[in-house]
């Protein structure tokens, strides 16, 4: 998403080249989100399921209001646009990084 931003003055279809890959590689991080909330609770993935969802909801809600608030701020769709999806993705990175893990939990 980051080298869609930019303006490298490449073809349009290379960006979307560029573009797609980006998305297609961050789906890969989907592969183990369902498989999660069984390995820590088997009992209680359905609600760590529904949290999770939640909280990963609010992101398209404030992007899609901050895109608006940028575009009118700095109109330039590239800034306005990627630089939301870039900061959840990186601030989703390091929260992951620093708190992730799989080890059972005893919730009761």
Known sequence: MTLSSLDLGLPPWEVVVVLTS???LSSCALSGLYCTHQDISPEY???L???T???GAVPGIVGVALTGYLLD???SWGLSLFAPSIFFYLTGTV???LFASSKPQNFT
Do not use: D, Q
């Open 45 to 47: 993935a359905s609600i």
């Open 73 to 75: 701020l700095t109109h």
């Open 49 to 51: 399921l529904g949290i």
């Open 53 to 55: 969802n939640t909280v």
């Open 22 to 24: 980006g998305l297609a």
């Open 95 to 97: 929260v992951w990084l």
